[in-house]
């Protein structure tokens, strides 16, 4: 059984950073495109960031700047490091691993990320 779980999320105030962790279990991992979302109440499970097997990122419009997707391969891991949170940030974060051309497709449990003073 695939496996993804995820760390790393927690309460922040605004301005503050985190950095999520995402370790895959069951996959080879570094055949699979590995991507960031996030759901905030109330809203639509939204992308956030996503690294492709050849490491070629892409960022939502809203976090470009200020977070960074990252991949270590020989972990099985992916991190979304998150600076200058804002309070619109506060989501669960959800980790993914999509295998380009297929229906594999494989979901984290999620983390809860809060942004508040």
């Known amino acids: 059984q695939v496996q993804l779980v995820e760390s790393g999320g927690g309460l922040v105030q605004p301005g503050g950073s985190l950095r999520l962790s995402c370790t895959a279990s069951?996959?080879?991992?570094?055949?699979?495109?590995m991507g960031w979302y996030r759901q905030a109440p109330g809203k639509q499970r939204e992308l956030v960031a996503i690294?492709?097997?050849?490491?070629?990122?892409n960022y939502a419009d809203s976090v470009k700047g200020r977070f960074t997707i990252s991949r270590d391969n020989a972990k099985n891991t992916v991190y979304l490091q998150m600076n200058s949170l804002k309070p619109e940030d506060t989501a669960v974060y959800y980790c993914n691993a999509h295998l380009t051309g297929s229906t594999k497709d494989y979901w984290g449990q999620g983390t809860q990320v809060t942004v508040s003073s």
């Open positions: 690294m492709s097997t050849s490491s070629v990122t």
């Open positions: 069951r996959i080879i991992f570094s055949i699979y495109a």
